[in-house]
């Protein structure tokens, strides 16, 4: 696949917003609990899309025909995945969190040789591999030694499970589901494609926030910081970044697409630095330098 400048805005947009997302997610994870900021996030992306999808929202019909797939793919990509990430950000910080993202790309290669009979070229192994020792290097806080008796940060834990929900949501794209491939599916535009995921994933993350008040009731502190993180959260990572990376990776792939998500905790370092004051320790610096090497490899 040939990347042009096009398709390389549309990969590079996401990590960008996704990066701002984990920065202020853990900048109001004191003001909002993780699955009510979820809820609250894809609820006011759901009413922002309603103008949009309406045509296809007056045609339930054609979502019941199809129920199975996209509710699939609305517990795993808005669901699963950034109910995670808010929780992972409790414990973690936002660098850690992009940077254990990083090891997407292996991710991307194994659900795909796994659940999709697509094998990995060499080139793409080699790329994963340094971007998993950039991971390994961020998870044992600069100590290579620590690996043989590393303690995990439940947010770290629980990052791993979250891009592994990712990486089989961005093959369902690329791999759709008999009812949504090209010639199979309505003639939905980009709104209503999207809304069709959302639906069935505001009905997950509502649930989620649902049992997060019972068994640990929070309260909401507003504030204007709050109501800007959700403005931002509701548009940004989730309406445009969605959109582009559907359409990314429907052009160039999964594997391809996976090795984009390690420019995240580059754009996370420098939003980090410039809201919360955390600069980086020497062991993101060399992370860094191993995930941009596991691009060029990958890419060459």
């Not at 992009?98 to 090891?103: D, R």
């Not at 010639?183 to 999207?194: F, H, I, R, V, Y």
């Not at 502190?221 to 931002?232: C, E, G, M, N, R």
Request: proline share 8%; net charge positive; hydrophobic share 60%.
């Amino acid at each position: 696949m040939k990347l042009t400048p096009r398709l390389a805005l549309l990969l590079t947009l996401p990590p960008l917003l996704w990066a701002g997302n984990a920065v202020v997610g853990r900048l109001v994870r004191d003001a909002i609990p993780p699955m009510t900021l979820n809820a609250v996030r894809w609820g006011l992306a759901w009413l922002l899309l309603v103008p949009l999808a309406w045509p296809m929202l007056r045609h339930p019909g054609d979502l019941l025909k199809r129920w199975r797939s996209l509710a699939w793919l609305g517990f795993l990509g808005m669901g699963c995945y950034n109910s995670l990430q808010y929780l992972a950000l409790h414990t973690s910080s936002p660098l850690n969190v992009t940077l254990i993202t990083a090891s997407m790309p292996v991710w991307m290669l194994g659900v795909g040789a796994v659940f999709y009979g697509v094998r990995p070229k060499r080139k793409q192994l080699a790329g994963a591999v340094l971007s998993l020792v950039g991971v390994a290097l961020v998870i044992a806080r600069g100590n290579p030694a620590a690996l043989l008796a590393v303690h995990f940060v439940p947010g770290d834990l629980l990052m791993l499970v979250a891009i592994f929900t990712w990486a089989i949501y961005s093959w369902m794209l690329a791999r759709a589901a008999p009812g949504l491939r090209p010639g199979e599916k309505p003639d939905w535009n980009w709104a209503e494609s999207l809304m069709s995921q959302l639906v069935f994933g505001v009905m997950f993350s509502g649930v989620a926030a649902g049992v997060e008040q019972v068994v640990a009731p929070a309260p909401i502190h507003w504030s204007p910081t709050l109501i800007a993180v959700l403005a931002y959260v509701a548009v940004a990572p989730s309406l445009i970044a969605y959109r582009c990376w559907g359409v990314g990776v429907a052009e160039a792939g999964p594997a391809l697409a996976g090795f984009f998500v390690n420019l995240t905790p580059v754009f996370a370092a420098i939003i980090s630095a410039a809201l919360l004051g955390q600069v980086p320790a020497w062991y993101h610096g060399a992370a860094f330098v191993l995930i941009a090497a596991g691009i060029v490899v990958s890419s060459s």
